[in-house]
């Protein structure tokens, strides 16, 4: 049962998104088939879409890419020593060596990380964040928590912890 207010679409008090009208579609063309599951997983990505071309417009603010924030982030979050080997950069950020060294030496070169050999063995070596890298990923993280606490401002605490644990169990088996 839809009602039309200003020309949107609402239904059981909210409105009608994108993905509705694409799920209305598909059980309209093959009504024999299930397509449930678009109802939470296109939402799903086109939160994804959204979320990376906002993030990359904030980074943008502060002279970094979605990629480069990841690297200083995950240096930043790093504890004592606050260190990372490139193995532990990969593992966190899902790229292949050849990627982490390039955007190791890109990092560098701007003075946001640091390369040092590792004292406990010399073939090794550490990846730390400088001092104009953590200010720097700490006014971007600052930006983005703020902008993202807007974009999740409809829900209260008890949704948003909801939406939280029925997330973790979907992604949670595709991160192992």
Not at 5 to 21: F, I, K, L, Q, S
Not at 28 to 49: G, K, N
Request: hydrophobic letters at 45%.
């Amino acid at each position: 049962m839809s009602r039309y207010t200003e020309g949107v679409a609402v239904r059981w008090g909210r409105m009608e998104d994108e993905v509705e009208r694409l799920v209305r579609g598909w059980r309209r063309v093959l009504p024999a088939v299930d397509v449930s599951p678009l109802e939470v997983l296109s939402r799903v990505s086109r939160l994804a879409r959204y979320l990376d071309r906002h993030r990359t417009v904030i980074f943008a603010r502060h002279d970094l890419e979605i990629w480069s924030f990841d690297v200083l982030s995950a240096l930043r979050r790093a504890t004592s020593p606050a260190h990372l080997s490139p193995g532990q950069l990969l593992a966190q950020n899902l790229v292949t060596s050849g990627t982490m060294t390039n955007r190791l030496n890109r990092l560098e070169e701007r003075g946001l990380v640091r390369r040092r050999q590792d004292p406990l063995d010399a073939r090794s070596v550490r990846v730390g964040i400088t001092p104009a890298g953590r200010r720097c990923v700490d006014k971007a993280l600052a930006d983005l928590v703020s902008r993202e606490h807007a974009l999740l401002a409809s829900l209260n605490a008890a949704e948003l912890s909801v939406l939280s644990g029925l997330l973790n169990r979907v992604v949670a088996p595709l991160d192992e």
